[in-house]
């Protein structure tokens, strides 16, 4: 089967890009990683695109100061890459280009650590779920919108986090499921078509 042509932008850890990986290496992700790229000189994702030679970009936020500039190397990048699907796992910079996300509708996808529209727009979720004394909070793929965490919502999981005593339990305990549930939604696309209808996604196999 024809793989997927993807582009992973992470800013930090980059676990779930490492979850993903593992899940192309195990077959279960029909992907192939054609660029790894961050605004991050020091993540420590870089060193998981290394390993696996997978080539590496980096557009340094500090270097490039104006956003739709910095917006439009990104899109050089993915353009140059022939990525078919954009992952954002742990990239903290808002996409604001209205030119490359006009050029990449539904081909942008972020997981967020909480069921959205809760906790909408925060890095901080899991602790502020904690905060909040929430019972059960979870985590949401979706696609990137100009709406900040408020494009359509492709996968949602629900998760109990009645028995966690800290934010760090309730990230630790949510982290766990993102690492199973992102590569699944990435094959997902590498098998089938998500079709937007409003607010509504509609999965069909091809
Ligand atoms: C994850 O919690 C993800 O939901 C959020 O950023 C975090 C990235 O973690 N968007 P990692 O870099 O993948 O370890």
Known sequence: MEK?????????????????????????????????????????????????????????????KDREQFDLKIKKKLDEYKAGLVVLAGYMRIIKSKELLDAYKYKIINIHPSLLPAFKGTTNAQHEAYDYGCKVSGLTIHFVTDDVDGGPIIYQEAIDISGCKSGDEVAAKIIEHEHKAYPKVVDSFAKGNYVVEGKHVVYAER
Do not use: H, M, Y
């Open 4 to 64: 997927l042509p993807i582009a992973v932008l992470a800013s930090g850890r980059g676990s779930n890009f490492q979850a993903i990986l593992d899940a192309i290496d195990s077959g279960e992700c029909a992907a192939e990683v054609k660029v790894f790229i961050t605004d991050n000189p020091e993540a420590k994702a870089i060193e998981r695109a290394n390993t696996k030679n997978i080539p590496v970009e980096v557009i340094d936020k500090k270097e490039i």
